[in-house]
């Protein structure tokens, strides 16, 4: 029932910034986790930040903490993520999730290998090369 459009990738060169948007349609975001992952050519998916409803609860990726914020706003039923000073090894396809999470928990919400969110963004690519 809820669907998600990523927008905002693109092609930037090292020490650059991108802000990725996801919209949302179809129901309210305000009662669900949400989650920026990234899945570069043969490399697993990853989590980068999730973010649960309250924004109480956050979780940053080690390689991305310092230089991404992730941020949502409820009431425009949309989430971001702002990526500073971006690196080769930011180069991948970044999707937005969403989950009904019945308990998030920062060290466990954002792990791709464990927690399944439900509904997903079709994917951007982003790109870090010069």
């Known amino acids: 029932q809820l669907h998600l459009v990523e927008s905002g990738g693109g092609l930037v060169q090292p020490g650059g910034s991108l802000r990725l948007s996801c919209a949302a349609s179809?129901?309210?975001?305000?009662?669900?986790?949400i989650g920026w992952f990234r899945q570069a050519p043969g490399k697993a998916r990853e989590g980068v930040s999730c973010?649960?409803?309250?924004?109480?609860?956050?979780y940053y990726a080690d390689s991305v903490k310092g230089r991404f914020t992730i941020s949502r706003d409820n009431a425009k039923n949309m989430a971001y993520l702002e990526m500073n000073d971006l690196q080769p090894e930011d180069t991948a396809v970044y999707y937005c999730?969403?989950?009904?999470?019945?308990?998030?928990?920062?060290?466990?919400?954002?792990?791709?290998?464990?927690?399944?969110?439900?509904?997903w963004g079709q994917g951007v690519q982003v790109t870090v090369s010069g």
């Open positions: 973010i649960d409803r309250t924004e109480q609860i956050l």
């Open positions: 999730a969403a989950d009904l999470l019945s308990r998030p928990i920062a060290h466990l919400m954002c792990d791709a290998q464990l927690i399944e969110y439900t509904y």
């Open positions: 179809g129901t309210t975001l305000d009662d669900y986790t």
